[in-house]
């Protein structure tokens, strides 16, 4: 059973004087001006900006001696206390609000938590014993006093994409985890710009006891958007694609000595492109002149399901048995390997700059990623109407050194950027044209990246569409030559 203490002394030196006012309507406003009041504060010391601040808002008058005392340690009835005025001024305008719950011998402390608990800012079990008002109160607990003091639309989530990666990857707040007390409410303080950490990693210290300093920091970053904080992660190495292979973005198949059929043909290929190699040798005794070409035919067009791997020419050798395939790039001769290198060395600058810059981020979906690297190669492609059958402008190389494909180029290039986010993907073929099928969310879609960049302006007519609509709009349109 709860116990009330009947007296609890705070000498808290944090006082609240600000006149009321519609604070949920105007918001915080500083009612005075620090003129160095805090001997032990200066321009150079520790949360300068936050603590003057505190000043400013009328929400600190400092200790009996005349300092602040940035490093003192604050209880958890003080904290309570603030939480209380901070909610009580944007409610009602009245930072003492919670006042009106306080009885002739209550403490104020309790006052206050009753307010907030009445406010639902704190649940009704958020202490055991009221004795634990009079302890030095957690990081962790502060934490949660503060998540919940605004509401959303007042202290919204500002760096929410960042901190969940963040955390996510381990190497920032890697103190907090989920069985860290009130570990959501200590990552919403980031999210929200109120809090970065104590050091370069963000580390938290979740059970240390909170200074008036740290305090002071949080208090007056939910009360002035202006003094919110983002932190400073390098998070390159999380999206990243260096060091990506074109073998990497292959379902690895088996290799089959003596294939009989397409889907043994098909997993044989899979094995050489996951393999790094641009061969492959089958036993095939007997196997004719006209036989080599129905099966050369046959490996380009499941080619065409890997156009982004940049092979659309094969060479058979055979005899005594053994049948020779050997891919290669036509019009690119022994630079093949060269090209399908610099290809994917571009697809993966594009991504990580893509990442780097923002236009990419983790929460989207993969419908929405899908269609920022759709409008990338519209912008950064024009049609080749030059392009003869050995044209380079038939593999993604084309498109990233040069600026110009046809459409099995263009399909290439952006079925490579699909796989590099893990998207799976493929080609439609209609007569002499080629697209991109792709599941997205868990749905399949058709997109045409080379009719979505034949105007002057990007047309996402022909971007995720249903196989349904393609087929109509194809069969409408026509098909145009590769």
Request: some cysteine; hydrophobic content about 40%.
């Given at each position: ?205 979740p059970g240390e006891p909170i200074t008036r300093g740290a305090l002071a920091a949080m208090l007056t970053r ?240 022909y971007f995720a569409m249903t196989p349904q609509q393609s087929m109509k709009i194809h069969a409408e349109r ?5």
């Amino acid at each position: 059973m709860k116990k009330q203490i009947p007296a609890l002394l705070l000498a808290f030196c944090l006082l609240l004087t600000l006149p009321a006012q519609a604070a949920q309507e105007t918001g915080f406003a500083r009612s005075r001006t620090y003129a160095g009041e805090f001997s032990d504060l200066t321009p150079d010391s520790p949360f300068y900006d936050n603590v003057s601040a505190l000043y400013e808002y009328g929400l600190a008058n400092g200790k009996d001696d005349g300092t602040f005392g940035l490093g003192d340690p604050v209880t958890l009835g003080q904290a309570v206390i603030f939480a209380g005025r901070v909610r009580g001024l944007y409610r009602t305008g009245d930072a003492e609000a919670a006042l009106a719950y306080r009885r002739e011998t209550t403490p104020a402390a309790l006052a206050y938590l009753r307010y907030l608990q009445a406010e639902g800012v704190l649940e009704a079990d958020f202490v055991d014993e009221y004795t634990e008002l009079y302890e030095p109160a957690a990081r962790a607990q502060v934490a949660h006093i503060l998540a919940n003091v605004l509401p959303e639309e007042a202290l919204p989530p500002v760096h929410d994409e960042l901190v969940t990666v963040g955390y996510s990857s381990r190497r920032f707040i890697s103190d907090v985890d989920e069985y860290t007390p009130y570990y959501q409410d200590i990552l919403d303080l980031y999210r929200k710009g109120v809090s970065t950490g104590s050091d370069p990693a963000g580390s938290f210290l979740p059970g240390e006891p909170i200074t008036r300093g740290a305090l002071a920091a949080m208090l007056t970053r939910i009360l002035d958007p202006a003094l919110r904080v983002r932190p400073q992660w390098d998070l390159s190495h999380l999206y990243s694609a260096a060091g990506t292979s074109l073998a990497d973005l292959v379902e690895p198949g088996e290799y089959v000595v003596s294939p009989s059929t397409r889907e043994e043909l098909e997993s044989a290929l899979r094995y050489m492109l996951a393999q790094g190699s641009d061969q492959l040798m089958f036993h095939l005794p007997g196997l004719s002149e006209a036989e080599s070409r129905q099966l050369m035919d046959l490996s380009l067009t499941v080619m065409k399901d890997h156009c982004e791997q940049g092979y659309n020419q094969v060479h058979c050798t055979w005899g005594a048995g053994l049948v020779t395939l050997s891919f290669s790039a036509a019009g690119a001769g022994r630079r093949t390997q060269e090209y399908r290198a610099a290809a994917m060395e571009a697809a993966v600058a594009v991504h990580d700059r893509l990442w780097e810059e923002g236009t990419l981020r983790p929460d989207m979906t993969e419908l929405e990623k899908a269609r920022v690297y759709y409008g990338w190669i519209c912008d950064n492609c024009v049609y080749d109407y030059q392009a003869k059958d050995d044209s380079l402008s038939h593999i993604p190389y084309s498109l990233f050194a040069r600026g110009t494909a046809v459409c099995d180029g263009y399909t290439g290039a952006y079925n490579l950027f699909l796989k590099l986010e893990g998207i799976q993907c493929s080609t439609f073929i209609q007569g002499d044209h080629i697209w991109t099928t792709a599941t997205l969310d868990g749905t399949e879609y058709h997109i045409d990246t080379t009719w979505g960049d034949s105007g002057s302006e990007i047309s996402y007519d022909y971007f995720a569409m249903t196989p349904q609509q393609s087929m109509k709009i194809h069969a409408e349109r026509g098909v145009s030559a590769a």
